[in-house]
């Protein structure tokens, strides 16, 4: 047989044998699976799915650089746990230690890359004690105490306007809200509530000073806005009552409290109170529960407090 022949069937024979100790690799890699040449097994692998906003960093695995920039797939993991390390130019680096399981993708699509350099922006013009950011409105209110002057600006600082004065000596603001209307904001102490009007409406009786509404006997733990923007929710350490927003306004005790400290919640899309009360049981024992008082289809109870209240 000539030489070339032998060569010929030498190299058919080489290539067949390569084909068959190969086929092997080739399926188990096409099944996702990876050959260890330490005990001489094939191991189910896993991946990593990496996308940072912004896209385009570089992405290292155990200290070495992957070819692909974010959003990018890390395939034929075997299991294990993975050092990761993620730059982007002008951004702060991401790094975390992960888990890769066999036969499963680890997504990581929500990394968010920090800027260096924050859009950082002074929004207010003046002094201020309070701020409260309305959304929905796209208003920032701004309450300054030692010049009893309130405030507001567009969410950028635009249109920045006074709108309202303060009660003079009024004590410690606890707290403040704005009514559904845009149109008014109650402030609120231990015994005190004043309502400010931004837009005076005199149908409503409002007059250019601001109005103030006593509760010197009960200790004011919260207050509420109806959704109707003139009743006022008020939580005591030993009532939840209900007012109008008005001039000589006389509050209606809805509940009697067991409970010195009280919590509430109020939800504005149903006119309904969540409060927390005190019961004590026949054994003597003391435990808590939550109550809804539903303020949204009673007319007859607000008719009632206009009635008494122009008594």
Do not use: C
Not at 43 to 70: C, D, F, M, Q, W
Not at 141 to 165: K, P
């Amino acid at each position: 047989m000539p030489s070339f022949q032998k060569a010929r069937s030498f190299l058919f024979y080489l290539s067949l044998i390569s084909f068959f100790v190969g086929l092997p690799f080739i399926i188990a890699s096409a099944l996702g699976y990876k050959f260890n040449p330490y005990n001489f097994k094939f191991i189910k692998t896993g991946l990593i799915y990496i996308k940072t906003h912004p896209e385009g960093a570089r992405i290292y695995l155990n200290g070495k650089l992957v070819p692909e920039k974010s959003p990018a797939s890390i395939t034929e993991l075997t299991p294990g746990v993975y050092k990761l390390f993620i730059e982007l130019e002008n951004y702060y680096p991401w790094k975390a230690e992960v888990d890769v399981e066999a036969g499963k993708a680890l997504r990581l699509d929500k990394i968010i890359l920090f800027s260096l350099r924050p859009n950082l922006g002074q929004l207010n013009r003046e002094r201020f004690s309070y701020f409260k950011v309305d959304s929905e409105k796209k208003i920032i209110y701004y309450l300054d105490l030692e010049n009893r002057v309130i405030y507001r600006s567009g969410l950028d600082g635009s249109n920045f306007e006074d709108i309202a004065n303060l009660p003079e000596n009024f004590p410690q603001i606890i707290g403040f809200d704005f009514s559904p209307d845009r149109k008014k904001m109650f402030i609120f102490s231990q015994h005190q509530v004043s309502v400010i009007s931004f837009d005076l409406d005199p149908e409503l009786d409002f007059s250019d000073s601001p109005l103030m509404l006593e509760f010197p006997r009960e200790k004011i733990i919260n207050v509420f806005w109806h959704s109707d923007s003139y009743h006022l929710v008020v939580l005591t350490n030993k009532h939840v009552l209900v007012i109008e927003s008005k001039p000589r306004g006389v509050p209606i005790n809805l509940i009697r409290l067991n409970k010195e400290d009280p919590t509430g919640f109020y939800d504005q899309n149903e006119n309904a109170l969540y409060f927390s009360d005190s019961q004590r049981s026949p054994d003597g024992t003391t435990f808590n529960n939550l109550y809804k008082l539903e303020l949204n289809t009673n007319l007859d109870l607000l008719d009632m407090i206009r009635k008494k209240s122009d008594e």
